[in-house]
């Protein structure tokens, strides 16, 4: 059995610990919730857009025209650029190695004759991922880890611009993003969605098409419509991520927290213990002396 | 579906500022500013900066400023999305 002093320093070193991840819990927990509100208030937003943008798309393949933008032309996948979002930071369960994962399924299932050929680019958001994925050898052409530190609307709408220019410009036919999408403070769904070329929501047997009234026009309404919705839909995915984030480390902090409580239960069991034993042998090591002073 | 009055609903990235039926909206356009009433044939629009002025079933007026988006309106059914 270990001796009482060693006992100690680890009672005292698991409470350390305990106070940390607690505290770390407590700061996750109120970040949380901001990042859930920003959440909550933009999904209706991006169903209501996306609605429009069903409406107008069918509406227009009904009237025999063709939707037409630069962002929505399918081209064959030769270049291909992965944009993986993730964290800055660790200590939240899976949720970085995750999108690991999900980069690395990608490049060895849907695109291995890209990468075979070297035309797949990766670009992080995130430390994490950065690390890892540069450490087994892909090609990180950029990365964007400061987004961060100030994740507002205009730099997301930067960054998806920087992402337009390039495929209009044919530099990549594909645009994949790999993020976590936000179920609910316990759970995250990995996905690797498609940015670019945006799917146009086709359908071929609409129930209701409208005969609408362009105000100007088709062509420029769909010109302003869809580049917003691109950097809108870039957005959504950033903020699902932090949303992500913050419950995925809320609850791998919870867990830390009640296993290392549960340890101390432990710990001090058996400090207990040592120490009776102790006690007990100090009474027979005396008992025995006085014995032995008798006869 | 069909409503009997115009139903209006504004959303921005932040949240739904309006939701509720109108007696009419006017609304700033590429080609300058219309209204829409109730029965209004199917339309899509863009919109410019402005305000969006709009006048609900109570007869309460509410403004809103709109630094661009996009209207839609079919069956009744109004929808806004004002983005920067």
């Known amino acids: 059995m270990a001796n009482l002093k060693d006992i100690r320093t680890r009672i005292n070193s698991v409470k350390t610990t305990r106070q940390v991840t607690s505290a770390m819990k407590m700061v996750s927990a109120a970040k949380f919730k901001k990042a859930h509100d920003d959440v909550a208030h933009i999904t209706p937003f991006v169903e209501k857009l996306s609605n429009i943008i069903y409406d107008l798309v069918n509406s227009c393949m ?4 063709e939707v037409n933008t630069p962002y929505t032309k399918k081209r064959a996948p030769e270049n291909i650029l992965i944009v993986a979002i993730a964290s800055n930071r660790g200590l939240c369960g899976a949720f970085n190695s995750n999108i690991v994962k999900k980069v690395e399924t990608l490049l060895e299932s849907d695109f291995a004759s890209q990468y075979k050929n070297k035309s797949v680019d990766i670009i992080t958001i995130g430390k994490q991922p950065q690390k890892v994925l540069k450490q087994r050898g892909f090609n990180i052409i950029n990365d964007y880890n400061d987004f961060w530190d100030n994740p507002t609307f205009d730099a997301a709408a930067e960054l998806a611009g920087s992402f337009m220019d390039a495929f209009s ?10 993020y976590n999408e936000f179920v609910n403070a316990v759970s995250q769904i990995v996905r690797a969605e498609q940015l670019l070329p945006l799917e146009m929501p086709v359908d071929n047997d609409v129930k209701h098409s409208f005969n609408y009234i362009y105000e100007p026009d088709v062509d420029s309404i769909i010109n302003t419509i869809i580049p917003k919705a691109l950097k809108i839909l870039f957005y959504k995915m950033l903020l699902d991520s932090l949303a992500s984030e913050h419950g995925a480390r809320m ?28 006690i007990t042998k100090e009474i027979l090591e005396i008992v025995s002396g006085a014995e032995a002073l008798k006869s | 579906m069909k409503n009997d009055d115009l139903y209006l609903e504004i959303v921005t990235p932040e949240k739904i500022i309006y939701n509720g039926p109108v007696r009419l909206v006017q609304v700033p356009g590429e080609n300058g500013l219309f209204t829409l009433l109730k029965n209004h044939a199917p339309i899509i629009a863009s919109l410019t900066k402005g305000e969006i002025h709009v006048i609900g079933l109570n007869g309460v007026e509410d403004l809103f400023k709109c630094d661009g988006g996009i209207l839609e309106c079919q069956e009744n059914q109004a929808t806004i999305i004002i983005s920067g």
């Open chain 1, 251 to 278: 609850t791998s902090m919870h867990k830390a927290t009640d296993n290392a409580t549960e340890l101390l239960g432990d710990l001090e069991l058996e400090y207990n213990k040592a120490r009776q034993s102790a």
């Open chain 1, 169 to 178: 410009k044919n530099k990549y036919d594909r645009v994949i993003v790999v």
């Open chain 1, 62 to 65: 009904c009237a025999g025209g």
